[in-house]
Nanobody, 124 residues
């Protein structure tokens, strides 16, 4: 059973940067495609980005393209979400998720394992 634990959330100001981490245990991390999602109050869960276990370029949602970067460190069983130039619309609970496929999926139902999330709040 794969377990995912997010960390690194907090309260920041608009224009700041923040790095989230997602530590994985209980599975072969290097065989999982990892995704980041976020959910703001009253809104649906939104695809932020993902990175395949095969490597290659990550995929990002339109609202974060050019500001967020996803990296993975298979030696540490960890995936990171570097968030730059944050704005109040980025305020949400951020979740990491894993799926046993090489394809980066954008739908939340395509991911099998989920963390509990970490809160990111961006003040104006």
């Amino acid at each position: 059973q794969v377990q995912l634990v997010e960390s690194g959330g907090g309260l920041v100001q608009a224009g700041d940067s923040l790095r989230l981490s997602c530590a994985s245990s209980g599975g072969t991390f290097s065989r999982y495609t990892m995704g980041w999602f976020r959910q703001a109050p009253g809104k649906e869960r939104e695809f932020v980005g993902g990175i395949s276990w095969r490597g290659g370029s990550p995929r990002y949602g339109d609202s974060v393209q050019g500001r967020f970067v996803i990296l993975r460190d298979n030696a540490k069983n960890t995936v990171y979400l570097q968030m730059n130039n944050l704005n109040p619309e980025d305020t949400a609970v951020y979740f990491c998720a894993a799926r046993l496929s090489s394809r980066i999926a954008t739908g939340e139902y395509e991911y099998t394992y989920w963390g509990l999330g970490t809160q990111v709040t961006v003040s104006s």
